[in-house]
């Protein structure tokens, strides 16, 4: 007796740390439907639809600078700077 007790104390310690439900009678508690992509025109009216990088830059109105092309710029003019650049064009 004492014994499951002290299974039921460790079980609800455990529940509080990994932060699950503790359920004595071990009922079902729906996780399954919870845990289910959101279905039907109404719940998927409910998220905003994906708007595009290029989209946000004109809504929010700052510059908002593309990292990639920065970056690449960047690597560009360190190689034009050592004469390991790209080649000139009609230059063999």
């Given at each position: 007796m004492?014994?499951?007790e002290?299974?039921?104390?460790?079980?609800?310690?455990?529940?509080?740390?990994?932060?699950?439900?503790?359920?004595?009678?071990?009922?079902?508690?729906?996780?399954?439907?919870?845990?289910?992509?959101?279905?039907?025109?109404?719940?998927?009216?409910?998220?905003?639809?994906?708007?595009?990088?290029?989209?946000?830059?004109?809504?929010?109105?700052?510059?908002?600078?593309?990292?990639?092309h920065?970056?690449?710029?960047?690597?560009?003019?360190e190689?034009?700077?050592?004469?390991?650049?790209?080649a000139?064009?009609?230059?063999?």
């Amino acid at each position: 007796m004492l014994k499951r007790e002290i299974l039921e104390e460790i079980k609800q310690v455990s529940a509080k740390i990994f932060g699950t439900n503790y359920k004595a009678n071990n009922s079902r508690a729906g996780n399954k439907f919870l845990q289910r992509k959101l279905h039907g025109p109404r719940l998927a009216n409910y998220y905003p639809s994906k708007v595009p990088i290029s989209r946000m830059r004109e809504i929010i109105g700052l510059p908002i600078p593309n990292g990639q092309h920065t970056l690449r710029m960047e690597v560009l003019e360190e190689k034009a700077r050592k004469g390991k650049g790209p080649a000139k064009r009609g230059s063999k």
